[in-house]
């Protein structure tokens, strides 16, 4: 095994991880994949060292995983395809994890008409925007935060781009999914020079997320 289980201070891979949904099963993964990490949600501590698994980890908002990634201050990080789409970072993305599994969509009312000057309220204005100009729709891209399903139900926008999980959010607002954009797993990420200068733990910690992905994989 190439991964040293007793590196010390800078010798540490650096790790950006996202708060909240994703954690948990990246904490599973990681656990499944040998390596001893404790709950790090269990503090408020926002940089924690676990040197008996050879890695320091940054707490961060989920979106933020791909500058702090790029910048180089972590070595690596873990985030979502949705976030790695719209952010698009000089990052290398290493490995897909499988995890936080769901789908970016169009949706809207079931009695969606074209409108003359169409209105798209998402999250992710440049996957919105990429998307309809490939399409060769012309439309206005309304950026908002959170809750994106109240913005066709009250008549801010006739359309949104949003994820889609099990689809209850979509049921429960009587809305629903028009087409698909992609679909969206969690991801390795790396910085380039870190790949470079650490790349014999990167590399072994791929090879063991890999080996716990494969021996998970339809489960
Ligand atoms: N309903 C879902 N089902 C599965 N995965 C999801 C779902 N919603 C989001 N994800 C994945 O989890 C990632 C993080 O989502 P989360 O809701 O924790 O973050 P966020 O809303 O960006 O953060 P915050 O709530 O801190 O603003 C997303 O980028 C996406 O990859
Ligand atoms: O298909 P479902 O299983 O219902 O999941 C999809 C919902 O999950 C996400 O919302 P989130 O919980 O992150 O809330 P927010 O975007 O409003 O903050 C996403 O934006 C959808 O609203």
Redesign the pocket.
Known sequence: MSQSNNQTGGDLLMVAM??????KQVIKLFREAGLSIPDLEETRKLVIEVPEAGMSFIMV???DVPTFVEYGVADIGI?????LMEENKDVYELLDLGI???RMSVIGLPNWKPTIHPRVAT?YPNVASQYFREQGQQVEVIKL??SIELAPLIGLADRIVD????GQ?LRENGLVEMEQIFG???RLIANRVSYRMKNESIQGLCDRLQAAIGSTAGV
Do not use: L
């Not at 996202?18 to 954690?23: A, M, N, V």
């Not at 994820?163 to 099990?166: A, G, P, S």
């Open positions: 996202p708060k909240g949904r994703i954690y908002k989920p979106v985030v979502g395809k949705d976030v936080a599994k769901c999250k935060n959170g994820m889609v999980e099990t959010t969206i797993t969690s």
